[in-house]
């Protein structure tokens, strides 16, 4: 089994920087995959990055390529986004969530693992 708690939502200014946290507990962590992914009011859930076991595999949607950088700290079980450069179409409940299928696909509904998600509220 795995936990996961995010934290580090709040308001930002556009443009403005932002770094989540996810905690991780249980043994397996360090086995998955790990993803963000972010709803926004009155939309679906949408996939945002994703982070292979090791670290060094990444992907995001293209909406945050080149503004977001998802990253995981195997000797503290924490998952990160640095989020550059917010807009306010970036703001949604972001949500860890993880599995043993996260880095075989796209797929947030198939991920075992999610987190209560933490709200990110980037002005108009």
């Known amino acids: 089994q795995v936990q996961l708690v995010e934290s580090g939502g709040g308001l930002v200014q556009p443009g403005g920087p932002l770094r989540l946290s996810c905690a991780a507990s249980g043994r397996t962590f360090s086995n998955y995959g790990m993803a963000w992914v972010r709803q926004a009011p009155g939309k679906d859930r949408e996939f945002v990055a994703r982070?292979?076991?090791?670290?060094?595999?990444?992907d995001y949607t293209d909406s945050v390529k080149g503004r977001f950088t998802i990253s995981r700290d195997h000797a503290v079980n924490t998952l990160y986004p640095q989020m550059n450069s917010l807009k306010p179409e970036g703001t949604a409940v972001y949500y860890c969530?993880?599995?043993?299928?996260?880095?075989?696909?796209?797929?947030?509904?198939?991920?075992?693992?999610w987190g209560q998600g933490t709200q990110v509220t980037v002005p108009s």
């Open positions: 982070i292979n076991w090791i670290g060094i595999g990444t």
């Open positions: 969530a993880g599995g043993s299928t996260t880095w075989n696909a796209r797929r947030p509904d198939d991920d075992e693992y």
